[in-house]
Nanobody, 128 residues
Framework: QERLVESGGGLVQPGGSLRLSCAAS????????IGWFRQAPGKEREGVAW????????YYADSVKGRFTISRDNAKKTAYLQMNSLKPEDTAVYYC?????????????????????WGSGTQITVSP
């Protein structure tokens, strides 16, 4: 059964760091673009980081650029989101997803509109 499972969330103080993991089971990640999005209570879903399948090109939302780093290890079937200099406004549930359409360039590389699989999310709370 195909699954994506996020882990690594938790409570962190402002300025702190966390690394999220996104592990796939039941399939390989090689042919998928991978993205992370977040959703805070009462707010719209927001894409934060993406990594292509072919050459590992990365993209970031302006709100996290310079602070977050997305990476992937296809051999381990795992993607990561390193989050540094966290701010209270980063508080949200973070989800990873994979997309063939994004990998193939059918949709823009920073779209969060077409997902093949996604996880159930992991909570990040940034608070003193």
């Amino acid at each position: 059964q195909e699954r994506l499972v996020e882990s690594g969330g938790g409570l962190v103080q402002p300025g702190g760091s966390l690394r999220l993991s996104c592990a796939a089971s039941g399939y390989t990640l090689d042919n998928y673009a991978i993205g992370w999005f977040r959703q805070a209570p009462g707010k719209e879903r927001e894409g934060v980081a993406w990594i292509s399948s072919i050459d590992g090109t990365t993209y970031y939302a302006d709100s996290v650029k310079g602070r977050f780093t997305i990476s992937r290890d296809n051999a381990k079937k795992t993607a990561y989101l390193q989050m540094n200099s966290l701010k209270p406004e980063d508080t949200a549930v973070y989800y990873c997803y994979v997309s063939v359409a994004q990998a193939m360039g059918v949709i823009p590389p920073t779209s969060i509109g077409v997902m093949d699989y996604w996880g159930s999310g992991t909570q990040i709370t940034v608070s003193p």
